[in-house]
C-alpha cells in the first residue's frame, strides 16, 4: 500500500475508508450523471467510468499518482470531494490535489453535507479554482493528516452554482449498478 494513503490511519483503517470513499464517489458521480441526463434531456444515460484508478479498496503499488481523478462522465474528468456533514462556512481540499487538477484540467465536484436528507453539490472547472486560489487560506488540516490545504469559503460560490445530489432511481443502467458493487475489481465500461 502506498505510503501517502496511511496518513495517521493504520493500514487497515484506511483500506477501510478508501473503501467507504470509493462506493460514495461512484454513488455521487452517478448521481452527477442522472442530473446532467435530466438537465440537458440527454437521450443516452452518460457514460461513468473510474479513471486509471484503483477502484474499491484495490491498491496497487508503484503507480502513477492518478489519484487527483476519480471518474470521467461523458468524456469530462472529475475529482469528487465530499463532506459527509454540511459545512457553513468553508470547504478544505488538499493543496497538492487542487494543483494537479489545475494542472491536468480536471473538473473538482464539492459535495456539501454527503450524509445529509438533501446533499448539495457544485462543480467547477480547473480554470475556475485556479481564478479563486489567491482568495484560499492555505492552513495543515487535521481531516487529511496534517497536509496543506486550501481552504474554500462557501461564500466564494454564488448560490446559483449549487445544485440538490438526486437521488437514485430504482432503474439504472447495468454500468452503475457495476460501479455500485463491491465486488467489482475492474470496470473497463
Known amino acids: 500500500m502506498s505510503k501517502y494513503r496511511y496518513d495517521y490511519r493504520s493500514p487497515k483503517q484506511a483500506r477501510e475508508d478508501i473503501l467507504r470513499g470509493d462506493k460514495e ?17 440527454l437521450k443516452k444515460w ?6 486509471n484508478k484503483n477502484i474499491f479498496g484495490k491498491i496497487i503499488d508503484n503507480q502513477k499518482d492518478l489519484s487527483h481523478i476519480d471518474f470521467i462522465i461523458n468524456d469530462q474528468k472529475y475529482q469528487i470531494t465530499r463532506s459527509r456533514y454540511k459545512c457553513n462556512t468553508t470547504f478544505n481540499q488538499k493543496k497538492r ?3 494537479k487538477c489545475i494542472e491536468d484540467n480536471v473538473n473538482i465536484v464539492f459535495v456539501n453535507g454527503y450524509t445529509e436528507k438533501e446533499p448539495q453539490f457544485l462543480i467547477s472547472s480547473a480554470e475556475r479554482i485556479k481564478e479563486l486560489l489567491p ?8 481531516g487529511t493528516g496534517g497536509k496543506e490545504c486550501f481552504e474554500f469559503a462557501i461564500s466564494m460560490f454564488h448560490p446559483e452554482e449549487w445544485f440538490y445530489l438526486p437521488s437514485l432511481p430504482k432503474k439504472i443502467p447495468s454500468a452503475y449498478k457495476k460501479l455500485l458493487n463491491t465486488e467489482v475489481e475492474n470496470v473497463d465500461s
Open 25 to 41: 464517489e461512484a454513488e455521487i458521480a452517478i448521481r452527477i450523471a442522472i442530473l446532467l441526463k435530466s438537465k440537458y434531456n
Open 46 to 51: 452518460p457514460i461513468v467510468k473510474p479513471y
Open 97 to 99: 490535489k487542487v494543483e
Open 135 to 142: 482568495q484560499c487560506k492555505i492552513h495543515n488540516h487535521f
